[in-house]
């Protein structure tokens, strides 16, 4: 019907068409950073939000695929982030299936078929981890563990003592600011419940000093005992993408957000993938490109009455 040399064209046309879609696709940041979904396995819409939140943590991310053959009876956590993390590196499909991964009893703690605290998991989860690895001089250590140096003046003696811990995150009270919550929970007001070591009077806790983490996991104190029950918090909180704190600049990728009361309630996180310059709401399986941090801060903020807030924030360390 047609000549060669139009057959040729054509054939060279889709050719060029081809690349042209291909170069389109994956060149652009939906194709190319997209996350993986994960699959609703009942309830597991809070583990499904920690393991995208962990997953798009490029030190853990590292550690995780590199431990050599974690054995799946003395190393059930680390097994189960290495094989979910391996199949969301594949990107073979849009959406993996972890039923089988979480049925090992070793994970009991981490998914039991009811709807648990994200933030709670996510300790479990990291705690485990490091327990499993054993090893202190070992870099998953050092992606999350905040420095935290607590002075205690008295007021007797005039004596301080300082005590140091490390914490896997901070929770923060809740403000219409984060940058308050901070200086807050930095400069607590004084608390008189705290010992002298010299005279044994009661001290005053004056001051905390941060080390901070390459990843600080900051928690909203969102849930609380009132009235013989626990309830949520909705308070409106702002926070910004870059936060400067105790000198270092840190930058958000992630945030975790709940939805409901402290009895029901879903989870998803929103996720800003290494090299993307676009959001992604990761809602179980489903998966889409949000734009800016402009375009979602107003859901994560909340509005003071509805339920749906940030949880838990992500920020990586800018070097
Ligand atoms: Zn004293």
Known sequence: MFSKKVRSLFSHLAVSIYVYLHILLFSTSTFAHKPVGICNIGNSCYLNSIIQALYANEHL??????????????????????????????????????????QNPGNGDIYNGLQQDASETLQIILNTAFFEINNPAHPINFIFNIELET????????????????????????????????????????????YCE???????????????????????????????KMIKR????????????????????????????????HYYAFIKPLNSTTWFLCNDSSVRNVGSFNDIKQSCFGDG??????YILFFDLVL
């Open 61 to 102: 991310k590292t550690v995780i695929l590199t431990v050599p053959n974690p054995d799946p009876l003395t190393q059930p956590t680390i097994y189960l982030l290495q094989q979910i993390f391996q199949s969301l590196e594949r990107k073979d499909t849009a959406c993996i299936n972890i039923s089988h991964l979480v």
């Open 234 to 265: 909705n308070d409106k909180m702002e926070f910004p993408e870059e936060l400067n704190i105790c000198g270092h600049t840190y930058k958000l990728k992630c945030i975790i957000m709940h939805h409901g009361g402290y009895y029901s309630g």
């Open 198 to 228: 010299f005279c044994w009077n009661y001290g005053v806790l004056s001051r905390i000093n941060l080390t901070p983490s390459q990843t600080l996991i900051l928690t909203l104190n969102r849930f609380e005992y009132k009235s013989g």
């Open 305 to 310: 009455k509805s339920s749906l807030n940030a």
């Open 151 to 194: 002075t205690i003046h008295c007021p007797h003696c005039g004596q301080e003592t300082k005590k140091n811990e490390t914490a896997l995150t901070l929770p923060l009270p809740l403000s219409p600011r984060l940058s308050t919550s901070l200086t807050n929970f930095l400069a607590p007001p004084a608390i008189s419940d705290y």
